[in-house]
T-cell receptor
Framework: KAGVTQTPRYLIKTRGQQVTLSCSPI?????VSWYQQTPGQGLQFLFEYFSETQRNKGNFPGRFSGRQFSNSRSEMNVSTLELGDSALYLC????????????FGSGTRLTVV | AQSVAQPEDQVNVAEGNPLTVKCTYS??????LFWYVQYPNRGLQFLLK??????LVKGSYGFEAEFNKSQTSFHLKKPSALVSDSALYFC???????????FGSGTRLQVQP
């Protein structure tokens, strides 16, 4: 089985721009979550989608949004980028069976200059 | 609200010696607990999980963890450390809604040859 695929791996954007990150979950996984990892704040939950519906949302401003498509692929969007948005963005997919475990992708490293 | 504490920023151990990475948690209800490992510029790799059952959980790469309900701890252990085990280790708890993972701040494990 292919793992969780995140694209692009690296991204450099300018303050004020917007960015879209993509995540393809493991085949058959319908739940996709996004996390932000920074040296200062550690790993923080952004949101989770299941069957195209946002089920849970972390404590981030409205500039951070996401969506999930019918094939379970997910995108997250950050508008009006700030320097503090520089981070590793991790996507994870989950099997809804008894596993309850998340499989993470390698992440997208976003640098805002 | 749930929380995870990893009291040690770094753990140093000599190759061949046993290692322990500490984790304590706070969550209402029965906890789902996880350990993940992160290598430089990579995502999180799943090591093991505790859902229910035996308090000693065995995972990948020879790692194991002991769930202690009375001490609300879930320490990661390995009988004999390898230099290749050097990485960043994260403990995580899943909330009562079984959705978002809350991560500890991470512990850097350094195994000296």
């Amino acid at each position: 089985k292919a793992g969780v695929t995140q694209t692009p791996r690296y991204l450099i954007k300018t303050r004020g721009q917007q960015v879209t990150l993509s995540c393809s979950p493991i085949s058959g996984h319908r739940s996709v979550s996004w996390y932000q990892q920074t040296p200062g704040q550690g790993l923080q939950f952004l949101f989770e989608y299941f069957s195209e519906t946002q089920r849970n949302k972390g404590n981030f401003p409205g500039r951070f949004s996401g969506r999930q498509f019918s094939n379970s692929r997910s995108e997250m969007n950050v508008s009006t980028l700030e320097l503090g948005d520089s981070a590793l963005y991790l996507c994870a997919s989950r099997d809804r069976g008894h596993n309850y475990g998340y499989t993470f992708g390698s992440g997208t490293r976003l640098t805002v200059v | 609200a749930q929380s995870v504490a990893q009291p040690e920023d770094q753990v140093n151990v000599a190759e061949g010696n046993p290692l322990t990475v500490k984790c304590t948690y706070s969550v209402s209800g029965n906890p789902y607990l996880f350990w993940y490992v992160q290598y430089p510029n990579r995502g999180l790799q799943f090591l093991l999980k505790y859902i229910t059952g035996d308090n000693l959980v065995k995972g990948s790469y020879g790692f194991e963890a002991e769930f202690n309900k009375s001490q609300t701890s879930f320490h990661l252990k390995k009988p004999s450390a390898l230099v290749s085990d050097s990485a960043l280790y994260f403990c995580a708890v899943q909330d009562t809604g079984r959705r978002a993972l809350t991560f500890g701040s991470g512990t850097r494990l350094q195994v000296q040859p």
